[in-house]
């Protein structure tokens, strides 16, 4: 029971059998985007041991900080930091001052006459207690036999280099080899042997540590070093080993630590896939609804084909994907927007651009290279800028300057997204790569347009679509039946005219196709043109021939001209939605003129005699276009008509309508029947407006 019930859901026509398609259309296709792009939102594990050799090259599929080589690193900064030490300036005082002391002292004595002995004696008289400590005769005694011309020179030689060591600090492992530099440093002094042998004997009294280990300093100088370590990151897409290589231990730790060698799965990046699926089915699925309802005319095939023609373009983009990777852009060549244009000739522009924007980011999904977590924006945005342009710009498909235009325009637009991305990156490309990427973009931009033109007239011609394009072909007033029309019947061409400029009006004004209106007002009166005298408007002031028929035989000239009209049209090859308005436009109404002219005379006149054969109007479009042709005949019979008089009469022909059942079977609300009303008032209003009467030429020359 239940399986019949599910069957005869697709059996339906209408918007319910439309609706359970699409619903049920939508699941799948989310099934299928989500199995088009699993892959590239979870990691694949691999099986592999230290010291295997890498099968493929592995990239890491998330950005994540090696802390382990980042510590290392670190470590290894701290460990280069050398030793800090703080020199005493006060021991580099005290020893400067000592010397200034020695040398003062030996020139103080300075006879020659006494023995050296004795001069040794009188200059530690003249030295202080600390300096006679640690300076022994020996020394003092050299230093007495500095010959008194070179004893300014020693003095400032031996200040100088003591000064220099000093300053730069004497650590405690170092004293002996700083006396060993000053001394040789003395050996280069301009004097005399026995003067360096005496200053070189002073150098152990002089240079001594002043230097000391400092913890604090050296602490913070690593802590420094160890912090202007950057952290070790391993981004998204990192080549981790290359194919062929071996895996060593800190390989086998990276694959370790970005999760590719984890037999559990993360299902979060699958909760937030099917998060974003949702979200873009639900679009198209809202897009499809509002296009078939607007569209009444959409048929089960149609959304079977757009259904097949999104999973086709979605398998192009994995192919592109699996056969290699987007670093050689060969997804440039791909024609995407050619489902876009379809979509907009087949369904409608607004579902064309919500399908591009779905498509665009299916696209840098499954063109990430496979790695979690990222999108490629350079595809996605390229995609959705291509297929924008197209739907812009391909429109007339037969015309082939429309086309070559549409060609230059898109390859232009998807040549200026190239160079967009190749100027933005941080890689720099040689210009024979850029020629070539945009000679990518050129040719899918010609196979759009050759793809295009070659698929749409067959797409439209085999699901009966009406698209856009070609109602306006048939709106052209070069087409021979609007010619035929025009030259036949020029009344009723003019009619028509009206007619039409009121039926676009008010299908806009309730959200039906207005251009379907407006081309349907042209071909409405098409009958007309197999006898025109017989109409009206056509008779230009001559004789009427109804006044010499009987209202019968009029009645039935006038009844056969919707039927005549949909006939022409029809061995013409006009859609079944203008063939339906040419023979729908007047239902089953009255021919109330004819049908009491007989009743004056024949009582039992039956009003079937004098009603159209029907049907009445299914549609919108059709039910507006009757409302029209009406209140058009009837406002230009008007002799002065106003405001109050025009809405008057629009208002009675609706409601008559309404009395009269012609409205029963389209699908119009109380509330689009006062939305028309106000468009036609509003329209006629516009046509019939008052104008001002200018005096003729006599009058002005009274005046004058």
């Not at 694959?255 to 060698?261: I, R, S």
């Not at 192919?319 to 060549?333: A, N």
Request: charged share 25%; hydrophobic share 40%; with cysteine.
């Amino acid at each position: 029971m239940a399986g019949k019930k599910f069957t005869n859901l697709f059996k339906r026509k209408g918007k319910t059998g439309n609706r359970a398609i699409i619903l049920i259309g939508s699941l799948l296709l989310g099934c299928f985007f989500f199995i088009a792009t699993a892959s590239n939102v979870t990691t694949r594990n691999y099986d592999v041991q230290v010291y295997d050799t890498a099968s493929e090259t592995i990239r890491s599929p998330i950005t994540i900080e090696n802390e382990a080589e980042t510590e290392r690193q670190r470590q290894e900064a701290g460990q280069q930091i050398d030793d800090r030490y703080t020199v005493s300036a006060e021991i580099t005082k005290a020893k400067t001052d000592a010397v200034d002391e020695i040398f003062t002292a030996i020139g103080q004595v300075n006879d020659s006459e006494k023995s050296t002995d004795k001069r040794v004696e009188d200059i530690k008289q003249l030295l202080s207690e600390s300096i006679k400590e640690e300076l022994t005769d020996q020394q003092i005694a050299q230093l007495v036999q500095i010959p008194t011309e070179e004893r300014q020179v020693s003095e400032k030689v031996f200040k100088d280099a003591m000064t220099d060591f000093l300053e730069d600090g004497v650590k405690r492992d170092e004293v002996q080899q700083t006396q060993e530099e000053m001394r040789e440093r003395i050996g280069y002094a301009d004097v005399s042997s026995t003067t360096k042998e005496a200053l070189r004997s002073l150098t152990s009294f002089a240079i001594v540590q002043n230097a000391s280990f400092d913890a604090q300093a050296t602490a913070s100088q690593k802590a420094e070093a160890r912090q202007n370590v950057a952290s070790v990151m391993i981004r998204a897409g990192e080549v981790i080993v290359q194919e062929g290589q071996t895996i060593t231990n800190d390989v086998y730790e990276e694959l370790k630590l970005v999760g590719l060698l984890n037999s559990t799965r993360n299902v979060l990046p699958l909760i937030g896939l099917v998060l974003l699926i949702t979200l873009l089915t639900g679009i198209l699925t809202f897009e499809t609804i509002h296009t078939t309802k607007k569209n009444a005319g959409t048929n089960k095939s149609v959304l079977l084909f757009v259904f097949l023609l999104i999973c086709v373009s979605v398998i192009l983009l994995k192919l592109i994907s699996v056969i290699g990777s987007t670093e050689t852009h060969h997804y440039l060549l791909l024609p995407t927007a050619v489902a876009a244009v379809l979509f907009r000739h087949l369904l409608s522009e607004r579902f064309a651009i919500c399908y591009a924007i779905v498509y665009s980011i299916l696209a840098g999904v499954i063109l990430n290279d496979e790695i979690p977590g990222s999108l490629n924006m350079e595809a996605a945005l390229y995609f959705l800028f291509a297929q924008l342009a197209a739907v812009y710009a391909i429109r007339n498909v037969k015309d082939k300057g429309a086309m070559a235009k549409a060609l230059l325009f898109l390859a232009s637009v998807q040549i200026i997204s190239v160079l967009l991305f190749v100027f933005f990156a941080f890689e720099k490309y040689t210009w024979d790569v850029i020629i070539l990427y945009c000679g990518f973009a050129a040719l899918s931009a010609l196979l759009t347009v050759i793809l295009v033109a070659g698929i749409l007239p067959f797409a439209e011609t085999g699901f009966g679509v009406l698209s856009e394009t070609k109602l306006l072909m048939l709106s052209k007033p070069n087409h021979p039946l609007l010619k035929k029309i025009l030259t036949d019947a020029p009344g009723t061409y003019h009619h028509s005219i009206m007619v039409a400029n009121l039926s676009e009006a008010a299908c806009e004004a309730i959200g039906a196709n207005g251009l379907l209106a407006r081309v349907g007002a042209y071909y409405h009166d098409l009958g007309k043109t197999r006898q025109p005298q017989l109409f009206i408007e056509n008779q230009m002031g001559r004789k009427n021939p109804h006044d010499h028929l009987s209202p019968r035989q009029s009645a039935e000239i006038i009844i056969r001209h919707p039927y005549d009209g949909a006939k022409m049209l029809q061995d013409n090859h006009f859609p079944k939605e203008i063939v339906d308005m040419a023979k729908q436009h007047h239902g089953t109404s009255l021919l109330k003129f004819f049908y009491y002219k007989e009743k004056e005379y024949n009582k039992d006149v039956t009003e079937d005699t004098y009603r159209y054969p029907g049907p009445r109007p299914a549609t919108k479009e059709i039910a507006v276009l009757s409302i029209c042709d009406s209140v058009e005949a009837a406002v230009r019979s008007m002799k002065e008509p106003t405001q109050e008089k025009i809405r008057s009469l629009v208002d009675s022909i609706i409601k008559d309508k309404l009395m009269d059942g012609q409205l029963d079977c389209a699908p119009l609300t109380m509330q689009d029947l006062q939305e028309i009303k106000e468009a036609i008032c509003q329209a006629l209003t516009g046509i019939f407006h008052s104008r001002i009467e200018y005096p003729d030429e006599e009058k002005v020359k009274e005046v004058n």
